[in-house]
């Protein structure tokens, strides 16, 4: 299993790349799937949105290169694409609640056996702001679960069912961590692959809910 939390977040930031389409229109939550706009092909055009009203985002800016007024909805700087365009609130959160954002990938707290996401807030502790996750979750054409398979503790992320508040009553479609890629279905959560230098045995030793493996998991097709 990956132990470097660096490479980790890495690995996973690639594995959802690969989910992008070209045309596709995406909205990417803070924290670990800011990293995925870095690791997009070359040969695959896709939109990044923001809730904060930017829709054709590019890669993060290189260090010195910041624009104090182009930040994404988490406050980072980013960059824009040639045709970008920028509007208020109200257009951004009418794009996501109208059905046009075709995939959101958010961080996560937990996800449970069902598929369902808690990412929003940890009772008694500060919440910053409450973002657009609930709306995206609804919303999104597909909802890809970024973040790692455990707490630094080891403590599982991926229980049989959450402790903490849910973000929606809808199910998240695919979940990818630092250990595997596990799709919801409606039979339960099916293991598709596991990431480099990991095992079946390490990722269900790290996993509460129980995991559909069959006979065969590849290795996510990406390079460390």
């Known amino acids: 299993m990956i132990t470097d939390p660096k490479i980790g977040r890495t690995v996973i930031a690639k594995r959802v790349a690969l989910e992008l389409k070209d045309g ?24 990044f949105q923001s809730e904060n009203g930017i829709l054709g985002m590019g890669p993060a800016p290189e260090p010195g290169y910041e624009h104090p007024n182009l930040n994404n909805a988490g406050g980072n700087p980013v960059t824009f694409l040639p045709g970008a365009v920028v509007f208020d609130s109200a257009v951004s959160f009418g794009l996501i609640r109208g059905g046009h954002v075709d995939i959101t990938v958010l961080g996560g707290l937990q996800v449970d056996e069902e598929g369902h996401l808690a990412n ?42 959450c402790s903490l508040p849910l973000t929606s009553v809808r199910r998240v479609d695919l979940i990818v961590t630092d250990m595997a ?3 919801v279905t409606q039979k339960g959560l099916l293991l598709k692959e596991v990431a480099p230098e990991t095992t079946v045995e390490e990722v269900l030793k790290f996993t509460e809910a129980r995991l559909i493996v069959p006979e065969k998991v590849p290795t996510m097709p990406i390079s460390l």
């Open 181 to 183: 890629v596990i799709e």
């Open 120 to 161: 929003w807030m940890i009772p008694g502790k500060l919440i910053p702001g409450m973002g657009g996750a609930m709306d995206l979750v609804t919303g999104a054409k597909k909802v890809i679960v970024a973040m790692t398979h455990t707490e630094k503790g080891g403590t599982p992320k991926i229980v049989k069912k």
């Open 24 to 47: 596709d229109i995406v909205n990417l939550g803070i924290g670990i799937p800011t990293l995925v706009a870095n690791y997009i092909p070359s040969n695959v055009t896709v939109f």
